[in-house]
């Protein structure tokens, strides 16, 4: 089947901007497929890969942006064929990733604006929010739709958030995205990275990094590590080994301040370094 390819004369994030409200402006240009510039493209899914990944007709691949979504861990995730057949409208966001993939908000109806797949999904447990670098009003919908997924239990909602005491159920995530939550025991510094401990030990215990590049970050956005222990956090992103289960943090996105636990029960947490931690 013919796919066509239209470029609005909009720049990228005030495009997507405008799309997230259901409605794009601009004038319609011809693209050569595969263009940097390129920005819309209307196509038909032919399958999905695998986790979010979405192949289209004419053979290129589609990373679905804003979401992570995978079946594996007992997470329910995307239907194998559920999306198969539909005709799409997709805002290219970037340049294809390393991968080769277009990252893109997709649109399968009208009237739901151009990250209406992505909220669907959202709403009905089968993806979670990812840190992506997203439009904000796009972002809005989908933080939105994860919570209305959420508060109806939805989906891989009822899995998430581990229990980040729980270093066994995070180590069956390593090499996939999760969703955690629990109190920061204490709080390690290195010169290179921040750690946000959920154990007393830390080679077997749950850990979250922060890294000395996203300090700054985290701080503007009212989350300095050191201001958390004692605290209940929920944070989110790819489980790997380093002693215990660990979750890399670059962006504030990935880490939510869920609750004071030092105001709630006027206890003191311990900040200290790596060097000083116990055994």
Request: aromatic residues 4%; proline residues 6%.
């Amino acid at each position: 089947m013919a796919v066509a390819l239209l470029l609005f004369a909009l720049p990228g994030p005030a495009r997507a901007e405008a799309a997230c409200g259901g409605e794009m402006a601009g004038t319609a240009q011809e693209s050569p497929q595969g263009s940097p510039q390129e920005s819309s493209i209307v196509g038909q899914i032919v399958r999905r890969v695998e986790g979010s990944d979405l192949r289209l007709a004419d053979g290129r691949l589609v990373r679905l942006a804003g979401i992570v979504a995978q079946d594996e861990g007992g997470v329910p995730g995307l239907p194998a064929d559920g999306l198969a057949g539909h005709r799409v409208s997709l805002t290219v966001l970037d340049v294809p990733d390393r991968y080769g993939r277009l990252v893109a908000l997709v649109q399968t109806g009208p009237d739901e604006g151009a990250a209406g797949l992505q909220v669907r999904l959202l709403e009905q447990g089968l993806a979670v929010l990812a840190p992506d670098s997203v439009p904000a009003g796009c972002r809005t919908r989908l933080v939105e739709a994860e919570r209305r997924g959420r508060i109806a239990q939805a989906g891989v909602w009822q899995v998430f958030p581990l229990d980040a005491r729980d270093a066994a159920a995070l180590a069956r995530f390593s090499g996939r995205f999760a969703v955690l939550a629990g109190e920061v025991v204490r709080v390690g510094r290195t010169q290179a990275r921040d750690y946000l401990d959920f154990g007393r030990q830390w080679r077997k215990d749950v850990t979250v990094e922060v890294p000395r590049a996203s300090r700054a970050a985290f701080s503007g956005a009212g989350k300095d590590s050191q201001r958390l222990v004692m605290h209940r956090i929920e944070a989110r992103g790819l489980i790997f080994a380093s002693g215990g289960p660990a979750l890399e943090a670059w962006t504030p996105e990935q880490m939510d301040d869920v609750e004071p636990a030092a105001a709630r029960e006027g206890r003191a947490g311990r900040i200290l370094t790596r060097e000083g931690d116990e055994p």
